[in-house]
């Protein structure tokens, strides 16, 4: 059976930092970065390789900044 390995990309400047990502990530390979956008807001971002493609964290994000991609390894 084929593993997925997922990754996200984040629109740092149009992330207001609401955290509901965080609470979603089953990994927990989120979390808001200590610097902050050119709004003023802290960001959402990776803070470990462990991502596994489910989505959840672009499903709930209200503002719709987080996009997930998925690959089949093995």
Known sequence: MAKVKGDIVVEIERCKG??????????????????????????????????????????VCPDGVITVYKVKIG
């Open 18 to 59: 609401c955290e509901v990502c965080l609470d979603a990530c089953p990994t927990k390979m989120i979390a808001m970065s200590p610097d902050v956008n050119s709004k003023g807001y802290h960001y959402m971002h990776k803070i470990k390789d462990d991502c596994i493609g489910c989505a959840n964290c672009a499903i």
